[in-house]
């Protein structure tokens, strides 16, 4: 598909989703809309493995001091779990910022992973766990048909399974397919350090040792550190905390719980402790930031 008819596609996918945009969501779970009117300043957060396609605006992640700016038709691939920092640097009412993210599912990827072989130069070079490309019509075509599925539960149900299989199919054929690859298989070291990131997300709670996932790893301690501050730009306990503070900014978002439940929630024994850490990570204590983000209409 040239550069032109992919610019038309995204026109027309804009109408798709203006023409849905009021109809009610079977599978709003799967494909994720994001609108924004204005600007939103960095914020902290964790990116799961995912794609996302920006059909507007322009938007900022950074991770691990590399700066990652990107804008209407491209792609953001995150194969691992990894802390950002993001913004979106341009939206107005009249131009608003508008993207789709689809969560990629380790069993599926897994279920294809043999069956398409990737040459084996195209495994050499570093892992990198963000990458933007920009897309192409096949991918193009797959969110299209994910869009429209998704507004009928019928639809949803018996297409997005298998529109799912076929973006996990061209991803791992396609350009995109290394870093997933290098994730996905448990003899990389992007893979041992997705198992320990796995296990920390299950186990975030508990205080845990650094060397019961070292060994998870099958690595040195020393080897583990280092490879995961390097893949992740966090030492294990670091990365801890953040799953820790973005789940009870997560809690207290809701409207469920206050601060010092929140804290208790996620693992915390001393709310003054909490505090400090929230407040190193977010900018303001845990109430004040809730009340920002609630009156600033980002929730």
């Given amino acids: 598909m040239t550069e032109k008819s992919i610019q038309n596609g995204l026109k027309a996918f804009k109408k798709i989703i203006a023409l849905n945009g009021n109809k009610e969501r079977g599978y709003r779970n799967e494909l994720r809309h994001f609108r924004h009117d204005r600007p939103r300043w960095l914020s902290p957060c964790i990116y799961e493995p995912s794609i996302a396609l920006i059909l507007q605006g322009q938007k900022k992640v950074i991770h691990n001091n590399r700066e990652l700016e990107y804008g209407p038709g491209s792609l953001l691939l995150t194969s691992l ?26 069993q599926v990827f897994a279920e294809y992973l043999h069956q398409i072989p990737l040459p084996e130069q195209e495994c050499i070079g570093d892992f990198r766990p963000l990458s933007i490309w920009r897309v192409d019509g096949d991918l193009l075509d797959i969110f299209m048909k994910m869009e429209e599925a998704c507004v009928s539960d019928t639809l949803g149900s018996l297409l997005m399974p298998l529109l799912k299989k076929e973006m996990a199919i061209r991803l791992l054929a396609g350009r995109y397919g290394m870093d997933i690859r290098k994730a996905l298989h448990a003899t990389t070291s992007a893979g041992k350090i997705s198992c320990a990131i796995e296990w920390l997300k299950g186990n975030y709670v508990e205080p845990f040792n650094v060397q019961t996932l070292a060994n998870k790893a099958f690595m040195s301690v020393s080897t583990f550190r280092q490879y995961f ?24 978002l809701s409207g469920e719980v206050d601060a010092t439940h929140a804290s208790m929630s996620v693992g915390y024994e001393s709310i003054s402790q909490f505090n ?14 809730i009340r920002s983000i609630k009156g600033s209409n980002l929730f």
């Fill in 81 to 106: 779990d990894v802390p950002v920092i993001s913004a979106i640097t341009e939206a107005s009412p009249e131009i608003p910022y508008i993207s789709l993210l689809l969560k990629l599912d380790r």
């Fill in 229 to 252: 501050r390097h893949v992740t730009g966090l030492s294990p306990l670091q990365y801890q905390k953040s799953l820790r503070l973005i789940e009870a900014r997560k809690l207290m």
């Fill in 276 to 289: 400090r850490e929230y407040r190193r990570m977010f900018g303001q204590p845990p109430m004040r930031d």
